[in-house]
């Protein structure tokens, strides 16, 4: 089996840890592009400045920051105008990562998760989970790997948020201009967990809790005011995670993710909890098998230490998706693919 992933050069690495130091300082991320400051003049020739800028969807804006005779608002123009500067410079290298193959988000998810961060859910324990967080992931291990496409954005909560006086979660959404709403479930008595931007756009953000059992309930949320569906094993994939830059065309803002070892051993249980007839389980096991080349080289010892964290209920569709695995994993994982049989 050829390899899944190669690795990316030294200096590109480099960069992209520069990067993730610029997001760890970045208080608040601009949730469009970072525009411009303008003087104006109205009518009785009082000038005036105004940030410019564009949201996620392209619609422009102008803020009005005050008059140019106040003292206060010349103090606030400086610090801006510097955040306008840096964000510039940061997107210039972003573009750098982008075209050696890192992994980026669009413009739309870019500002859905920096509205999160700058809420600042993922500082106290909400996670960036599926197909974005593997991308994540992916640039914080150095490597790149054949390119994937989602629309989903899967927030997961793994218990009450300790943040006061929180707008609800819907408001945070729509706090990037994208007009978001909620979709009713099929069961039009259980109150909805997912949001969809409205119109032909496929953009959709799932928000997620530990289930208690291997079945999908729906529960209650109410720090955010919503509602979220239950997910096996979850407890699980949360129970050890990191933070790391993810990057867009509109810049970088820090979230938190799974840690990739148990990632990987996470999406080998959930492949073997679909629907046989989906496409997902092919994806989940490409990507465990994708991660677990990953670590075996970088991190040995790490996927060892995830599979003896598993829950013992796990252990069986584990053992089920190691026997799938193997179509997707090099000789080079060769250790890590020891560790699950004999776990298994």
């Known amino acids: 089996m050829a390899a899944l992933i190669s690795a990316h050069e030294k200096a590109l690495t480099l960069l992209f840890a520069e990067l993730g130091a610029t997001a760890e300082e970045q208080r608040e991320a601009f949730l469009g592009t970072p525009g411009n400051l303008t003087q104006r003049a109205n009518e009785n020739g009082t000038k005036f400045w105004v940030h410019r800028y564009s949201d996620a969807v392209g619609r422009r804006h102008e ?54 961060h700058n809420y600042r859910l993922f500082r106290v324990g909400a996670v960036l989970i599926g197909s974005h967080a593997f991308g994540a992931l992916l640039n914080a291990l150095g490597v790149k790997t054949v390119p994937y496409t989602t629309e989903d954005v899967d927030i997961a909560r793994p218990e009450a948020l300790a943040l006061p006086e929180l707008p609800s979660f819907l408001d945070m959404l729509r706090e990037t201009g994208i007009e978001f709403f909620e979709v ?19 953009l959709r953000v799932d928000l997620l809790v530990p289930s208690p059992g291997e079945c999908y309930p729906i529960i209650s949320v109410p720090e955010l005011e919503a509602h979220a569906k239950g997910l096996p094993y979850l407890s699980y994939l949360l129970g050890d995670s990191q933070e790391v830059p993810v990057l867009s065309p509109l810049g970088v803002v820090l979230v938190r993710v799974p840690v990739p070892e148990r990632y990987a051993i996470h999406k080998l249980v959930v492949s073997q909890l679909r629907s046989k007839s989906s496409a997902k389980p092919a994806k989940d096991l490409r990507q465990a098998a994708t991660l677990i080349e990953a670590l075996v080289e970088r991190f040995p010892g790490a996927v060892e230490d995830a599979l003896s964290a598993i829950p013992k209920s796990a252990v069986n569709h584990v053992r089920r998706a190691a026997g799938a695995l193997s179509r997707y994993l090099p000789a080079s994982a060769e250790v890590a693919w020891e560790a699950l049989k004999s776990h298994a």
């Open 63 to 116: 803020t009005y920051l005050g008059t140019n005779d106040d003292p206060a608002v010349i103090a606030r123009l400086e610090p801006l105008r510097k955040r306008i500067e840096e964000a510039n410079a940061t997107i210039a290298r972003v573009r750098v990562l982008a075209r050696a193959g890192f992994a980026t988000v669009d413009r739309k998810t870019y500002s859905t998760l920096a509205s999160l």
């Open 184 to 202: 009713p479930a099929l069961n039009r008595r259980q109150h909805p967990t997912s949001f969809k931007e409205g119109g032909s756009s496929r």
